[in-house]
């Protein structure tokens, strides 16, 4: 009975755990915080995690495991390379919406496993659905057909975690989600045929003069 409940309570706590890791960062959440979050006892807790650099591991895995689910439906459903991936900015809009910039860098300073894990995570499989997505785009006449698939996905990959460096985006004057928007807005228009970027501008309602 026991092994059956183990992973609902763990994911619970996980989840919520990385609720507060969003909200107040990874560094200013104690484990006491995620037990009266949760309305538990630190001692259970404990029962299901040996320290806090567990659960922040649990937590980021839990997350990527959500996201890659997320990945895959945005691209089994998307009826093209461009939908696909705003659909996939829409999916993640609520975490960008809240999530503490100080995320990346408390993950690397403090927690050696998970930042490993995340960066496993985005140098192969969310590098993989990049490729996948450029790819699939060009097949489409959407993205130029001239394009370096290697090197402009890699250019992708180093603008995600660019908007959460506060030396060139402080949090008290830019909103993390209008730049992770516009990141990608600039990305897609910068690689977009004619014909791509007149379905981002059908899909945002812009009319360009010619």
């Known amino acids: 009975m026991e092994t059956s409940l183990q992973p609902s309570v763990k994911d ?15 560094k200013g959440t104690s484990v006491d915080d995620i037990a009266q979050h949760l309305s538990m006892s630190k001692k259970t807790i404990y029962k299901w995690f040996s320290n806090k650099d567990e659960i ?10 959500s996201v890659d689910t997320d990945c895959e439906r945005c691209r ?12 996939i900015m829409k999916t993640t809009r609520q975490v960008f919406a809240s999530i503490h910039p100080s995320i990346f860098y408390d993950l690397q300073k403090y927690h050696a496993n998970a930042w490993q894990k995340w960066q496993e995570y985005k140098n192969h499989d969310f590098l993989h659905r990049i490729k996948d997505n450029l790819e699939r785009g060009i097949s489409e006449g959407l993205f130029r057909q001239d394009l370096d698939v290697e090197v402009i996905a890699r250019l992708r990959l180093a603008q ?29 228009l910068g690689i977009a045929t004619l014909k791509g970027h007149k379905m981002i501008n059908d899909y945002k309602q812009i009319t360009e003069e010619e």
């Not at 922040?56 to 495991?65: D, E, G, P």
């Not at 959460?164 to 730049?179: A, I, K, S």
């Open 56 to 65: 922040v591991f649990w937590a980021i895995n839990s997350y990527l495991t």
């Open 12 to 26: 619970k706590i996980a989840a919520e755990a990385f609720r507060l890791f969003c909200r107040r960062g990874i």
């Open 76 to 87: 089994q459903e998307a009826p093209n390379a461009i939908e696909e991936l705003f659909a």
């Open 160 to 188: 995600i975690e660019v908007p959460f460096d506060e030396t060139l985006f402080p949090r008290f004057q830019f909103e993390l989600l209008h730049v992770q928007t516009a990141s990608l807005e600039y990305f897609m």
